[in-house]
């Protein structure tokens, strides 16, 4: 299943590899990739996930998950 999420406060590649190494981290989850441009990660999961996983492996970054 694919879930498109958008995340404010990504600067940079680094930013975009740490959403994305966080992201992998969340139970469930199979392979992220993430547009740096477009502020946005696309998630490919076993199930979908709930914004609320995102939120928790990105609490103690500056980064959010918008909607």
């Given amino acids: 299943m694919k879930q498109e999420?958008?995340?404010?406060?990504?600067?940079?590649?680094?930013?975009?590899?740490?959403?994305k190494k966080r992201f992998e981290s969340i139970e469930g989850v199979?392979?992220?990739?993430v547009d740096l441009e477009a502020k946005k990660a696309v998630v490919e999961a076993q199930?979908?996930?709930?914004k609320a996983a995102f939120?928790?492996?990105l609490e103690d970054t500056n980064y959010s998950v918008v909607g």
Avoid: H
């Fill in 5 to 19: 999420v958008l995340v404010e406060g990504m600067t940079c590649n680094g930013c975009a590899n740490g959403v």
């Fill in 30 to 33: 199979e392979s992220v990739s």
């Fill in 47 to 50: 199930s979908v996930i709930e």
């Fill in 55 to 57: 939120d928790k492996v």
